[in-house]
């Protein structure tokens, strides 16, 4: 039986087979509750050292967050190039919204807690500026790479957080993300439905091609490039996790991803007859 995360994760996927126009209505009937802003407390009733670690944390999230943005407007970019429907150049502009907001919740919170960080440690691959240099990648290698595998392993991660967050207001913060994130990977698979299909056996290994990167760095979430960042980063989480501030510790983190790779992403991947 899949536990709750591996099956909110083919929930979405589900979603995404009821085809573009769907999620393209979904952006163009946004609620009131899209812009929804989220009242946070000084959080001064914390220990310095947690909220000095949450702080960090959460503008590691806003980092994350904001390197979506240029991600997927080399996506949007190169479908309009390459005269994608219209539908899904309309839906990509709403996720596109998402991510930008997701970025503001995040600083939000890691004001509240103490200060936004608003530069990138070299040890740490967060920078969302190395996102927005052109890439030769085709639109469909960008969307496989970045939304099918990216995004999907972004919602996985966020509903294993939700889960440990114990704070209200964090807590709300981070579910409004996974739903916005249940869209978007409904999204990268609907599109991914419809492209995969169309190409020719030199264009699907091409393509895998292009996922190698991605899929050795398989159950790999801390982005730290150090034995010593790496460590310091599992620190980092383990005391926000145990906190109920928004994360998840690292062996959780890697229990997430790894078995997402192995039950959903490789077999969805090898439906498309994606060779991987």
Same mark, same amino acid.
């Given at each position: 039986?899949?536990?709750?995360?591996?099956?909110?994760?083919?929930?979405?996927? &589900?979603?995404?087979?009821? +085809?573009?126009?769907?999620?393209?209505?979904?952006? =163009?009937?946004?609620?009131?509750?899209?812009? +929804?802003?989220?009242?946070?407390?000084?959080?001064?009733?914390?220990? +310095?050292?947690?909220?000095?670690?949450?702080?960090?944390?959460?503008?590691?999230?806003?980092? %994350?967050?904001? /390197?979506?943005?240029?991600?997927?407007?080399?996506?949007?970019?190169?479908?309009?190039?390459?005269?994608? *429907?219209?539908?899904?150049?309309?839906?990509?502009?709403?996720?596109?919204?998402?991510?930008?907001?997701?970025?503001?919740?995040?600083?939000?919170?890691?004001?509240?807690?103490?200060?936004?960080?608003?530069?990138?440690?070299?040890?740490? /691959?967060?920078? *969302?500026? @190395?996102? &927005?240099?052109?890439? /030769?990648?085709?639109?469909?290698?960008?969307?496989?790479?970045?939304?099918?595998?990216?995004?999907?392993?972004?919602?996985?991660?966020? =509903?294993?957080?939700?889960?440990?967050?114990?704070? *209200?207001?964090?807590?709300?913060?981070?579910?409004?993300?996974?739903?916005?994130?249940? @869209?978007?990977?409904?999204?990268?698979?609907?599109?991914?439905?419809?492209?995969?299909?169309?190409?020719? =056996?030199?264009?699907?290994?091409?393509?895998?091609?292009?996922?190698? $990167?991605?899929?050795?760095?398989?159950?790999? %979430?801390?982005? &730290?490039?150090? /034995?010593?960042?790496?460590?310091?980063?599992?620190?980092?989480?383990?005391?926000?996790?145990?906190?109920?501030?928004?994360?998840?510790? $690292?062996?959780?983190?890697?229990?997430?991803?790894?078995?997402?790779?192995?039950?959903?992403?490789? $077999?969805?991947?090898?439906?498309?007859?994606? $060779?991987?």
């Amino acid at each position: 039986m899949d536990d709750p995360v591996t099956m909110g994760v083919r929930v979405a996927l &589900a979603i995404g087979t009821a +085809k573009i126009r769907r999620i393209e209505r979904h952006y =163009q009937q946004r609620p009131a509750e899209a812009e +929804k802003e989220y009242a946070l407390p000084s959080f001064r009733a914390l220990s +310095k050292p947690i909220r000095e670690a949450a702080r960090r944390f959460w503008s590691q999230r806003a980092w %994350s967050e904001y /390197a979506a943005v240029p991600a997927l407007s080399q996506i949007l970019l190169k479908g309009v190039q390459e005269k994608v *429907p219209l539908g899904e150049t309309s839906a990509l502009t709403g996720i596109l919204h998402d991510e930008a907001l997701h970025t503001r919740l995040s600083q939000q919170a890691a004001d509240a807690l103490g200060g936004y960080l608003e530069d990138v440690p070299d040890d740490l /691959a967060y920078d *969302p500026y @190395v996102y &927005a240099a052109p890439t /030769a990648s085709t639109m469909i290698e960008a969307l496989v790479t970045g939304g099918c595998l990216g995004e999907t392993v972004s919602r996985a991660l966020i =509903q294993a957080r939700v889960q440990r967050t114990t704070h *209200p207001e964090l807590r709300a913060i981070v579910a409004r993300t996974l739903k916005d994130e249940s @869209v978007h990977v409904a999204f990268a698979w609907a599109v991914a439905e419809r492209v995969v299909p169309t190409l020719t =056996q030199p264009e699907r290994r091409s393509l895998a091609r292009s996922l190698e $990167p991605a899929l050795r760095g398989a159950g790999r %979430s801390n982005r &730290a490039s150090t /034995a010593a960042a790496r460590s310091s980063q599992g620190k980092l989480r383990s005391m926000v996790a145990d906190a109920g501030l928004g994360s998840c510790t $690292p062996d959780e983190e890697r229990a997430v991803v790894t078995r997402l790779f192995s039950s959903v992403l490789l $077999p969805q991947l090898r439906r498309l007859a994606i $060779p991987v």
